[in-house]
Structure formats: structure tokens, C-alpha cells
């Protein structure tokens, strides 16, 4: 119940596609949703967030969509450059920070 | 504002040693948290400290060990390495336990 799922595992995308990166959790508890993107040698840096009052956040080429009822929300990473070519990491946490969790992780690369 | 800041960034140690690894973390944030990442791999949880205090704890052996100062700041102690302890090790912190993490570079330690 404390897992969160990711998939795919990898992507490949066209530059200028659409890159879609789908998460699903179990526990009900979990209120805060972000996205970690992480390029190789670095840590993983903060990308977008979203909490279940809204049902999509969108900041430049990058949106979280959030379905409460399914438990999953995915990123959406509009126009995709070969830049974005990274692993992302989804991650759930609950209200009281006694559990913050981590999907394995997408690595997504984008051709030019 | 500075961010996580992490040392050493690179060490190589042999089978048997021991290392401590050191993590500041952004002012005025409480919690720091340690990850394990392995080629390939997601982010292996190691353990929370809020306030100078264990939190939460991942499923890794005694031989890694934690502690945080009043400043903040945090080490965490790996005694007799082995081989499998290569890694990237990475270090959070956030102003809340549970909070919206920031990560540092990690640290890279290579056991030969």
C-alpha cells in the first residue's frame, strides 16, 4: 500500500512529441504529488507538484494530471527537446510526512 | 538561498573501511533525508532525521548509520564496506518532515 507504480520503465520520443509518464498509488492517505526530474550524475530536482483539490497543474511545457478517483496521475511534457532527456521520478507523500515515496523511475529520451 | 550541499562529492574506499558522508542542508530546513541509488535503480530510502531525530528508517542493514546535528546539518556512517555499497548517495532536505525535498549532487562512492 506504500508503493507507487510508474510506467513506462523507458520512452522514446520524437523531439517536439508528447511524453506521457503515468504513476498509481494505493494509499489514500498520500495528498502530495510531485515530480522529480534527474539528469545523469546529478540529484534529482523538483519539477512540478500538485495536491487532489486540482485535477491538473500546468507550469510551461510540463503538466500533471490527477485522477483521485483512479489513484494515478501522470506528466505530460509537451514538445519534448532533446534537453528532457533525463529520468523522472514520480513520488506521493501523506499530510503528516511519515511517508514520502518514490516510483522506480522513467527514462525518457528524446530524439532529435 | 544556497541549496543541499554535500561532501565529499566523489570518494573511493576499499572493502572493509569505513566512510562518513556529509550533508548541509538548506537554511532553515529540519529534515534530511539519505537515499541509495544504484545504476539502473530507483531511490532506495535510508532514513529521515527531524530535528535530531530518527524519523523513519529504510530497509538497509545496521552498517549504515545517521545522525543529525543542531544545526541541521547531517553525516551518515557506512562501516565495513562492501563491494555492493557502491553508489550514489543522495541527501534531501525539506522545511517540513515529509515536506517538498531538495536534493543535493549526492556523493559518489565507489568501493574497490
Known amino acids: 500500500q506504500q508503493q507507487v507504480k510508474q510506467s513506462p520503465q523507458s520512452l522514446i520520443v520524437q523531439k517536439g512529441g508528447i511524453s506521457i509518464i503515468n504513476c498509481a498509488y494505493e494509499n489514500t492517505a498520500f495528498d502530495y504529488f510531485p515530480w522529480y526530474q534527474q539528469f545523469p550524475g546529478k540529484g534529482p530536482a523538483l519539477l512540478i507538484a500538485?495536491?487532489?483539490?486540482?485535477s491538473e497543474k500546468k507550469e510551461g511545457r510540463f503538466t500533471i494530471s490527477f485522477n483521485k478517483s483512479a489513484k494515478q496521475f501522470s506528466l505530460h511534457i509537451m514538445d519534448s527537446q532533446p534537453g528532457d532527456s533525463a529520468t523522472y521520478f514520480c513520488?506521493?507523500?501523506?499530510?503528516?510526512?511519515?511517508?514520502?515515496?518514490f516510483g522506480p523511475g522513467t527514462r525518457l529520451s528524446v530524439l532529435p | 538561498k544556497a541549496g543541499v550541499t554535500q561532501t565529499p562529492r566523489y570518494l573511493i574506499k576499499t572493502r572493509g573501511q569505513q566512510v562518513t558522508l556529509s550533508c548541509s542542508p538548506i537554511s532553515g530546513h529540519r529534515s534530511v533525508s539519505w537515499y541509495q541509488q544504484t545504476p539502473g535503480q530507483g531511490l532506495q530510502f535510508l532514513f529521515e532525521y527531524f530535528s535530531e531525530t530518527q524519523r523513519n528508517k529504510g530497509n538497509f542493514p545496521g552498517r549504515f548509520s545517521g545522525r543529525q546535528f543542531s544545526n541541521s546539518r547531517s553525516e551518515m556512517n557506512v562501516s565495513t564496506l562492501e563491494l555492493g555499497d557502491s553508489a550514489l548517495y543522495l541527501c534531501a532536505s525539506s522545511f517540513l518532515a515529509g515536506g517538498s525535498k531538495f536534493f543535493g549532487p549526492g556523493t559518489r562512492l565507489t568501493v574497490l
Open positions: 500538485i495536491r487532489p483539490d486540482v
Open positions: 513520488a506521493a507523500s501523506d499530510n503528516y510526512g511519515q511517508n514520502f515515496v
